[in-house]
């Protein structure tokens, strides 16, 4: 006994050794499908118009439009009306897009070298260097410069066929730093009749180091050849709180995570959503570039949210995307392809959703349906109560048919014949007088009491009671039998 619990706790504790690395750094399973339908690409652009006042000579007007590219990066719709999250950094700038322009339009109308920049510069010409300062902001009395300066932001949602305007938004809260969260709504209101898919946010964000994430976003304007991005990564050790945001580290050390994940968010996963792995929730946003990606919390997207005034929420397509997708992840494909079809009645261009459900109907009625597997097992049960039922019912009546048959033609056979008539043998008696009958069978022959007849080969002839019909010896008075008397 002592030699197997000795094995068996060896056994036990080569388990835990084996299973101590997977618990120590887990992969995430891929549970994006309820963020990605949900990731937009923003874009925002500074158009400035401004209308340059020549003094030099004769006076002239001269006007031109600019169009300034503030920033690119992946925002998050939060409810259907189609509120997004997103970074400060990517719908504004610290940059004056006024000071870009008046150099622009000075190099070009005066012919003189000035960089296209938001730098300010000096001019070799006394003159000319005069008129392009009272050019720059901000605007006095003696300005040669009349700027005015519009922001579109332009939303563009993960949609096939891909929306080549996408739709506009105004920016209702911006933050106090480059990497703090911005708040965009739609201009216009809601989208479509039924609004946006929306993304679930979580409560906080995981405290262990090592913990899996995703990171989903477009690296370019949404198109056939630009579908969502969905990068693997980890938090590093830590929770700092804040702006300063929480770092990225591989817990294998096999990759550099700050600077993979920089070099996507110059490309334009700056602001993307960082997915937890547990329940497939908001944890955060990228922020940083270069070789130094961090995280800010979900925290800090609640807090900007509220600032703003927006609710986060879920909408009805968010309700039948979450069901049709418990049905896919238990492989129940029939029901699923039935849900994400009713999503895409709701919000026909879901991209997520199309994928998912090309997926259903490829595997629908197959060997891994659940559904069609449990609708096979129990097909016998239902068919077992139907025609077997039937079947011996009529086997029952036809038995008791033919058997009622049979019983009346055996009646039949067996119903007694007309009796043979007795023969006298002599004058009929009078009523009440005893009397014995000879019947004539096979064999003759005469009741007691009468003379015996002699048969021709000189045999007597047998006599039976005519009261039971018992034999009668030869000189019976009485049936040995019923006790009937023979009168002789």
């Not at 000035?114 to 300062?133: C, M, N, S, V, Y």
């Not at 003696?142 to 105004?170: E, L, M, R, Y």
Request: glycine share 12%.
């Amino acid at each position: 006994m002592a030699r197997l619990k000795a094995l068996a706790g060896g056994a036990a504790a080569a388990l835990v050794l084996v299973a101590a690395p997977a618990v120590a750094h887990e992969h995430p399973s891929g549970i994006t499908d309820l963020v990605t339908p949900a990731v937009v690409r923003v874009e925002a652009v500074s158009r400035v118009d401004i209308t340059l006042l020549d003094h030099v000579g004769e006076l002239k007007h001269v006007e031109r439009s600019y169009e300034v590219p503030i920033g690119t990066g992946t925002g998050t719709v939060v409810n259907p009306d189609g509120a997004v999250v997103t970074l400060t950094r990517v719908v504004s700038s610290d940059q004056d897009v006024a000071v870009y322009a008046a150099n622009k339009i000075f190099a070009e109308h005066f012919k003189v070298k000035i960089p296209a920049d938001f730098e300010r510069h000096k001019l070799k010409d006394d003159l000319l260097d005069h008129h392009l300062k009272e050019c720059y902001p901000p605007k006095t009395d003696t300005a040669t410069c009349i700027i005015d300066v519009t922001t579109d932001i332009t939303v563009f949602p993960n949609v096939s066929p891909a929306d080549p305007d996408g739709f506009k938004a105004k920016l209702v809260k911006a933050g106090a730093k480059p990497d703090s969260p911005a708040v965009l709504t739609p201009l216009g209101g809601a989208v479509g009749s039924v609004g946006l898919p929306t993304a679930p946010l979580a409560d906080k964000v995981p405290d262990q180091e090592g913990s899996p994430t995703n990171v989903a976003g477009f690296l370019g304007r949404p198109g056939p050849a630009v579908q969502h991005t969905v990068e693997i990564a980890h938090l590093g050790k830590g929770g700092v709180q804040g702006e300063s945001g929480r770092p990225f580290g591989d817990p294998e050390k096999k990759v550099d995570e700050p600077v993979k994940l920089g070099g996507l968010a110059d490309k334009g996963l700056l602001g993307a959503p960082v997915i937890g792995d547990k329940d497939g929730h908001v944890i955060g946003l990228l922020v940083g570039g270069g070789k130094n990606a961090r995280m800010i919390g979900v925290r800090e997207i609640t807090g900007a949210l509220a600032k703003a005034g927006v609710a986060p929420r879920r909408g009805a397509i968010d309700a039948a995307f979450e069901a049709a997708l418990s049905r896919y992840h238990s492989r129940y494909y029939t029901e699923a392809a039935t849900g994400f079809q009713r999503v895409l009645e709701l919000y026909p261009g879901d991209v997520v959703a199309a994928t998912l459900l090309k997926t259903s109907l490829s595997k629908r009625g197959g060997p891994e349906d659940q559904g069609a597997r449990r609708a096979a097992a129990a097909e016998p049960e239902r068919s077992t109560p139907l025609w077997p039922l039937v079947l011996a019912a009529g086997v029952l009546l036809l038995a008791v048919a033919v058997g009622a048959y049979l019983l009346w033609r055996r009646r039949g056979s067996d119903a007694p014949g007309e009796l043979p008539q007795p023969v006298a043998a002599g004058p009929p008696l009078d009523e009440g007088a005893n009397q014995t009958v000879v019947v004539r069978r096979s064999q003759q022959f005469q009741m007691v009491g009468q003379a015996q007849p002699v048969a021709a080969g000189g045999e007597p002839v047998i006599a039976f009671c005519v009261s039971c019909g018992m034999r009668l010896g030869a000189g019976h008075r009485f049936c040995g039998y019923c006790g009937h008397p023979v009168e002789t």
